[in-house]
């Protein structure tokens, strides 16, 4: 039985109490007027987008007498949204934070069905862990749920199509209100988080009395649920991409996105359980787990991010090409403003895992699969940044106490569940079919 290190629970703690502080603290320092919101974006000038913040630092500068007689209405509406952006983002980056731990329990949950379903040999003795790691599911998932009423209850404006005076003006958000409205929305959110997370419950249930039945039928059962399940995700995951992350763009939409995401949440997901299983194993706490468990997580790594890229360069190249205004828009945004991040996190996903986990050998070294992954993870989260920081706050991003405080936060509070939940049952399943391969595996 895997006991929780009284180091490693202080320390989840002390990164949640140093994160909530960062969180509030970019509340409090949110702008609250014009004037504060200007000053904040002088402040960021010399920033990560110099050119755009000091342009529109002086476009709104009421001390040209011209500007002011010309172009008063144009430069009060030009204000109001700049204050609108700068509010928003704390908000924005508690939600990507809270997003992307979410979404890595549930790339976890769909890895564990994949394996569930496939009735694979060489993966039940890592079933515990990630039961373990899925368990963040509930407070994630319902953290991410609590964002979504407050947004519906005005709280913040991360989703323009909630606003009745955008929708009464907007002809296109007009004609998507049968399905883009926030009684249907939290309906649909309701469902899935409801769908996901009583699998995991009933799955892992299942799991538990497999090992103290004297017979196969828990595990059968088991196999045909999760077999179930995974059309339900497949389903689900899309659509939950669409409604958290494309709709924050309202007028722009990919066929690709569900499966972009979704390849972004798979690979962190296997990602953290390689992470957590090299950690345990340090601990030997995993003593039957070997060196050909640990190159299969990293091919798994090396593979995906492979996919991922794909899907990425596949919805890119398609939109460049193509040229169409309505679409090319998503990434002119992103090209002019978010140049560091957007093209950072491509060579954080693809470049640095394929030439570290190209050569077999280093899928067996713990502290290369450990590193790797640190960057994979710090590329995903970049990758969500991405998706949601241009809809919210244009081009008055920054990587500051909000963002930095909802990352501490966030971290500790997966660490602190993650463990916590590792620790109230023993860490090898006993009677699962496969066990035996699973110890004896070899690649």
Same mark, same amino acid.
């Given at each position: 039985?895997?006991?929780?290190?009284?180091?490693?629970?202080?320390?989840?703690?002390?990164?949640?109490?140093?994160?909530?502080?960062?969180?509030?603290?970019?509340?409090?320092?949110?702008?609250?007027?014009?004037?504060?919101?200007?000053?904040?974006?002088?402040?960021?000038?010399?920033?990560?987008?110099?050119?755009?913040?000091?342009?529109?630092?002086?476009?709104?500068?009421?001390?040209?007498?011209?500007?002011?007689? =010309?172009?008063?209405?144009?430069?009060?509406?030009?204000?109001?949204?700049?204050?609108?952006?700068?509010?928003?983002?704390?908000?924005?980056?508690?939600?990507?934070?809270?997003?992307?731990?979410?979404?890595?329990?549930?790339?976890?949950?769909?890895? *564990?069905?994949?394996?569930?379903?496939?009735?694979?040999?060489?993966? !039940?003795?890592?079933?515990?862990?990630?039961?373990?790691?899925?368990?963040?599911?509930?407070?994630?998932?319902?953290?991410?749920?609590?964002?979504?009423?407050?947004?519906?209850?005005?709280?913040?404006?991360?989703?323009?199509?909630?606003?009745?005076?955008?929708?009464?003006?907007?002809?296109?958000?007009?004609?998507?209100?049968?399905?883009?409205?926030?009684?249907?929305?939290?309906?649909?959110?309701?469902?899935?988080?409801?769908?996901?997370?009583?699998?995991?419950?009933?799955?892992?249930?299942?799991?538990?009395?497999?090992?103290?039945?004297?017979?196969?039928?828990?595990?059968?059962?088991?196999?045909?649920?999760?077999?179930?399940?995974?059309?339900?995700?497949?389903?689900?995951?899309?659509?939950?991409?669409?409604?958290?992350?494309?709709?924050?763009? !309202?007028?722009?939409?990919?066929?690709?996105?569900?499966?972009?995401?979704?390849?972004?949440?798979?690979?962190?997901?296997?990602?953290?359980?390689?992470?957590?299983?090299? *950690?345990?194993?340090?601990?030997?706490?995993?003593?039957?787990?070997?060196?050909?468990?640990?190159?299969?997580?990293?091919?798994?790594?090396?593979?995906?991010?492979?996919?991922?890229?794909?899907?990425?360069?596949?919805?890119?190249?398609?939109?460049? *090409?193509?040229?169409?205004?309505?679409?090319?828009?998503?990434?002119?945004?992103?090209?002019?403003?978010?140049?560091?991040?957007?093209?950072?996190?491509?060579?954080?996903?693809?470049?640095? !895992?394929?030439?570290?986990?190209?050569?077999?050998?280093?899928?067996?070294?713990?502290?290369?699969?450990?590193?790797?992954?640190?960057?994979?993870?710090?590329?995903?989260?970049?990758?969500?940044?991405?998706?949601?920081?241009?809809?919210?706050?244009?081009?008055?991003?920054?990587?500051?106490?909000?963002?930095?405080?909802?990352?501490?936060?966030?971290?500790?509070?997966?660490?602190?569940?993650?463990?916590?939940?590792?620790?109230?049952? !023993?860490?090898?399943?006993?009677?699962?079919?496969?066990?035996?391969?699973?110890? =004896?595996?070899? *690649?």
């Amino acid at each position: 039985m895997y006991t929780f290190s009284n180091r490693l629970k202080i320390g989840s703690i002390i990164l949640m109490a140093v994160g909530l502080l960062g969180i509030v603290g970019g509340f409090i320092m949110a702008p609250g007027t014009v004037e504060e919101a200007k000053a904040i974006v002088a402040s960021h000038d010399d920033g990560h987008g110099g050119g755009h913040a000091e342009e529109a630092s002086h476009d709104t500068g009421m001390d040209h007498g011209a500007a002011a007689e =010309h172009g008063g209405d144009h430069d009060a509406s030009h204000d109001e949204h700049l204050l609108s952006q700068l509010k928003n983002r704390p908000w924005a980056a508690l939600y990507v934070a809270a997003f992307f731990f979410m979404m890595i329990a549930l790339g976890v949950l769909a890895f *564990y069905a994949i394996q569930r379903a496939a009735q694979a040999g060489w993966s !039940p003795l890592l079933f515990r862990v990630m039961e373990g790691i899925t368990s963040y599911l509930v407070p994630g998932g319902i953290i991410v749920f609590v964002i979504l009423v407050l947004s519906v209850l005005h709280m913040n404006h991360l989703f323009i199509w909630m606003d009745p005076e955008v929708v009464a003006h907007d002809e296109l958000l007009q004609g998507k209100s049968g399905y883009l409205n926030p009684t249907f929305f939290l309906i649909r959110a309701a469902i899935f988080l409801g769908g996901w997370i009583a699998y995991r419950e009933y799955s892992r249930k299942l799991s538990l009395k497999q090992d103290e039945s004297t017979d196969n039928s828990s595990f059968k059962l088991n196999f045909r649920i999760s077999a179930a399940f995974l059309v339900f995700y497949l389903i689900s995951e899309s659509i939950m991409s669409w409604d958290w992350i494309m709709s924050v763009e !309202p007028h722009w939409f990919s066929t690709l996105f569900g499966w972009y995401i979704f390849a972004s949440m798979f690979v962190s997901g296997i990602t953290v359980i390689a992470m957590v299983t090299i *950690y345990l194993k340090s601990k030997g706490l995993l003593p039957d787990v070997n060196d050909s468990h640990i190159h299969d997580l990293a091919k798994f790594m090396f593979g995906i991010s492979i996919f991922w890229t794909y899907l990425w360069f596949s919805q890119f190249m398609l939109i460049w *090409y193509s040229n169409i205004p309505e679409e090319v828009t998503y990434y002119v945004t992103r090209i002019q403003d978010y140049k560091l991040p957007f093209f950072g996190m491509v060579a954080m996903n693809f470049l640095f !895992p394929v030439l570290l986990l190209m050569n077999s050998d280093y899928k067996r070294i713990n502290w290369f699969v450990v590193l790797t992954g640190i960057v994979i993870l710090a590329g995903h989260y970049m990758d969500i940044f991405n998706a949601i920081m241009p809809s919210t706050v244009g081009d008055q991003w920054f990587i500051g106490i909000p963002e930095i405080g909802a990352i501490l936060f966030f971290a500790g509070l997966f660490i602190f569940w993650v463990f916590r939940a590792l620790t109230t049952v !023993p860490l090898q399943p006993k009677r699962n079919p496969f066990i035996e391969e699973s110890r =004896h595996f070899h *690649y």
